[in-house]
């Protein structure tokens, strides 16, 4: 009983904030690097007029499709809701940092966000803890990316 809790409650708590922030650390790392090397190979007489908006909403969309495609594969559930943090956190990111100057804007962007991937996991079936990878994402993006005063 005791170890039968343990692996359907705390066992995806653990692994959906672990292995979701790893997941959203390797997007923002690959985001640095793919920006690093579009910087030093097309920009590198003025780094500054990189068209770096361009490349996070390309990027984040890249991201969203390759999930997408690994929403359907048959690898397990909870590998799965862990991997949507990333992809996840770097679109509302993108979002945020796109209406930074609009907060009320990037506040109902976040709430369509949450708010679509919440009802394609319902009609989806998905188990409890694709939600709480959902307010992860929105809680740790929120933190990253909220304009400071």
């Known amino acids: 009983m ?3 809790r343990f692996r359907s409650t705390f066992l995806p708590l653990l692994v959906i904030t672990a292995g979701g922030l790893l997941a959203l650390a390797v997007c923002y790392l690959l985001f640095l690097l ?3 090397l579009m910087d030093s190979l097309f920009f590198s007489a003025n780094p ?4 770096v908006f361009i490349i996070r909403r390309v990027y ?4 969203l ?15 799965k ?3 949507l943090v990333g992809p996840l956190g770097f679109l509302t990111t993108t979002a945020i940092l796109t209406f930074y100057q609009k907060p009320v ?7 369509v966000i949450a ?8 009609i989806s079936k998905k188990f409890w803890f694709f939600y709480y990878a959902i307010a992860i994402t929105i809680i740790v993006s929120v933190a990253l990316a909220w304009p400071r005063a």
């Open 48 to 51: 500054q007029s990189a068209p």
């Open 81 to 83: 809701a862990a991997i």
């Open 115 to 122: 708010v679509i991937s919440a009802f394609l996991l319902y």
């Open 65 to 79: 499709v390759f999930y997408l495609v690994l929403f359907r594969s048959k690898i397990s559930d909870l590998l």
């Open 60 to 63: 984040a969309l890249v991201l």
């Open 34 to 36: 793919i920006n690093n």
């Open 105 to 111: 804007w990037a506040i109902a962007i976040i709430v």
């Open 2 to 4: 005791k170890n039968e």
